[in-house]
């Protein structure tokens, strides 16, 4: 049955990221998955006290538009982990007042947009391995990264979300490849999970 509370999880971290709440009420109920479904990756001792995830404060500065420029080649990552490696295909690379970050196509049945980044705060503020802008096969559409007309995206930071390792060392994450490192603190989304 953890399979199908594993699609169950998927499902509501979809229609979360697909709903009209805003960031206020998004991040309410996203603790509440955090703290109640069976397939949260809290560890299964820290639920019962959690009483939510830390969060910068909203940052209306790390809602910013980027052109895209073409991108090619592919780069395999290793989850350490039951995935083993996998393969991604560079989509494309957005121009962000951050630093280039690369868009990646997750090379495997069905695929999906990934794109993982470590900035300035990575391991004092936030989680030492970095944060996900939107990993699509997990669900997260449409709130941190928006695909707009004319080669261009929109991104939101105030949603950059912790891997799963971040909360528990039983999960396996990719990170972000050094192309999607940037030297810049940004000051928006999920804070580290451990002081």
């Known amino acids: 049955m953890d399979d199908l509370e594993l699609l169950d999880w998927r499902e509501r971290i979809a229609r979360l990221h697909l709903s009209d709440l805003d960031l206020a009420g998004f991040r309410a109920q996203r603790d509440e998955l955090f703290r109640s479904h069976p397939q949260s990756p809290l560890p299964v001792e820290d639920r019962p006290g959690f009483t939510g995830l830390r969060y910068h404060p909203p940052n209306p500065d790390a ?21 083993g490696v996998v393969r991604y295909r560079r989509v494309a690379i957005a121009e962000t007042p951050w630093g280039p970050l690369t868009l990646w196509w997750i090379e495997a049945y069905g695929g999906g947009l990934f794109v993982p980044l470590r900035d300035g705060t990575c391991g004092t503020e936030a989680y030492g391995g970095g944060r996900y802008l939107t990993d699509t096969v997990k669900g997260t ?3 941190g990264l928006t695909v707009l007309p004319g080669e261009r995206v929109r991104l939101d930071a105030n949603y950059l979300y912790n891997p799963s390792c971040a909360y528990d060392d039983r999960w396996a994450c990719p990170l972000a490849p050094p192309e999607n490192r940037v030297d810049v603190p940004i000051r928006a989304g999920e804070l580290a999970y451990h002081d």
């Not at 895209?68 to 039951?82: C, F, H, M, N």
């Open 63 to 83: 809602v910013v538009e980027a052109p895209l420029r073409p991108a090619s080649g592919t780069e395999s990552i290793d989850t350490g982990g039951p995935d």
């Open 141 to 143: 559409f449409g709130r």
